[in-house]
């Protein structure tokens, strides 16, 4: 059955995707079209380039997701430039290694720029903090001067997984000048909206993947310091636009994984862990496709 898939965002427990894909890879679901934020981006992108689910994972068993983080090097006190690089570049890790590994993976399989996909059937959710707009790549790239379809996968996606503060922020340049870009999940975390048609229509089944046990859901952030003000202030960037777009008639659509308890910059999680993560995404997606009314 031929289906289009949103994955969301979540760092590291990303790996609980993996095993999403490869539930709907092996109940013989064909993904036409992909969208991802931040980690459910790498997803996406591995996706439309043709890797299978037995494929992705042994990818990401091969992986020590430290060596992702590229750390800067000075000849100055360690202590002291890491926090005077931290102020001017915004981040503790550059985040070049990620775009590398990408490239690597994505090569193998053909795919090195949005031209190498069919059209319309990748799209990598980011933030743009200078234009303050959600960015949807390769689709908004035009507005920037830059040609849509040279622009490589592997840059899209490593923007949209530029978590504040922890990665430094891609900063592209456009003919009005350069553009701080930032993980997509900050304004939407699983982008539903991103293959909407007319009168917001779909083409086929949508499916999405949510790294979270519930969604829509009541909540109320309890703030009585600096502290939680500044966690509440991000959490409702992160969800509001989804909540006002995902109705309850959509929420039959999305696998829930309840990966909250996983820190999403853990990069020191250890084989066990990710195996274990792989197995809970699997299951849980399994569990939604048996109920599952199209």
Request: charged share 25%; glycine share 8%; proline share 2%.
């Given at each position: 059955?031929?289906?289009?898939?949103?994955?969301?965002?979540?760092?590291?427990?990303?790996?609980?995707?993996?095993?999403?894909?490869?539930?709907?890879?092996?109940?013989g679901?064909?993904?036409?079209?992909?969208?991802?934020?931040?980690?459910?981006?790498?997803?996406?992108?591995?996706?439309?380039?043709?890797?299978?689910?037995?494929e992705?994972?042994?990818?990401?068993?091969?992986?020590?997701?430290?060596t992702?983080?590229?750390?800067?090097?000075?000849?100055?006190?360690?202590?002291?430039?890491?926090?005077?690089?931290?102020?001017?570049?915004?981040?503790?890790?550059?985040?070049?290694?990620?775009?590398?590994?990408?490239?690597?993976?994505?090569?193998?399989?053909?795919?090195?720029?949005?031209?190498?996909?069919?059209?319309g059937?990748?799209k990598?959710?980011?933030?743009?903090?200078?234009?303050?707009?959600?960015?949807?790549?390769?689709?908004?790239?035009?507005?920037?001067?830059?040609?849509?379809?040279?622009?490589?996968?592997?840059?899209?996606?490593?923007?949209?997984?530029?978590?504040p503060?922890?990665?430094?922020?891609?900063?592209?340049?456009?003919?009005?000048?350069?553009?701080?870009?930032?993980?997509?999940?900050?304004?939407?975390?699983?982008?539903?909206?991103?293959?909407d048609?007319?009168?917001?229509?779909?083409?086929?089944?949508?499916?999405?993947i949510?790294?979270?046990?519930?969604?829509?859901?009541?909540?109320?952030?309890?703030?009585?310091?600096?502290?939680d003000?500044f966690?509440?202030?991000?959490?409702?960037?992160r969800?509001?636009?989804?909540?006002?777009?995902?109705?309850?008639?959509?929420?039959?659509?999305?696998?829930?994984?309840?990966?909250?308890?996983?820190i999403?910059?853990d990069?020191e999680?250890?084989d066990?862990?990710?195996?274990s993560?792989?197995?809970?995404?699997?299951e849980?997606?399994?569990?939604?496709?048996?109920?599952?009314?199209r």
């Amino acid at each position: 059955m031929k289906i289009d898939a949103v994955f969301s965002g979540g760092g590291i427990r990303g790996f609980a995707l993996i095993g999403a894909y490869q539930e709907l890879c092996n109940r013989g679901y064909k993904i036409e079209r992909a969208a991802g934020t931040s980690a459910g981006s790498i997803i996406a992108a591995l996706a439309m380039a043709g890797y299978t689910g037995e494929e992705m994972v042994e990818l990401v068993q091969e992986l020590d997701v430290k060596t992702l983080l590229h750390k800067r090097w000075s000849i100055l006190p360690s202590g002291f430039t890491k926090w005077i690089l931290y102020y001017w570049k915004m981040g503790l890790y550059k985040g070049d290694k990620l775009e590398e590994w990408l490239e690597k993976k994505l090569a193998a399989k053909g795919v090195y720029t949005f031209a190498d996909v069919k059209k319309g059937s990748l799209k990598i959710i980011a933030s743009d903090l200078t234009n303050e707009r959600i960015l949807v790549l390769p689709d908004d790239l035009e507005e920037y001067g830059i040609p849509s379809q040279t622009f490589t996968v592997a840059r899209a996606v490593r923007m949209s997984c530029t978590i504040p503060f922890f990665f430094e922020p891609v900063k592209q340049r456009s003919l009005d000048g350069v553009s701080y870009i930032v993980d997509g999940g900050i304004l939407s975390n699983l982008p539903m909206w991103a293959f909407d048609e007319d009168e917001g229509k779909k083409v086929r089944p949508l499916i999405g993947i949510n790294l979270n046990s519930k969604f829509i859901e009541d909540h109320k952030n309890n703030i009585s310091n600096a502290f939680d003000l500044f966690t509440a202030l991000f959490a409702t960037m992160r969800v509001a636009h989804d909540h006002r777009y995902i109705e309850k008639e959509h929420v039959k659509n999305i696998v829930f994984i309840e990966a909250d308890n996983v820190i999403a910059t853990d990069f020191e999680i250890n084989d066990l862990r990710k195996e274990s993560m792989i197995k809970l995404g699997k299951e849980r997606t399994k569990e939604f496709l048996n109920k599952w009314t199209r």
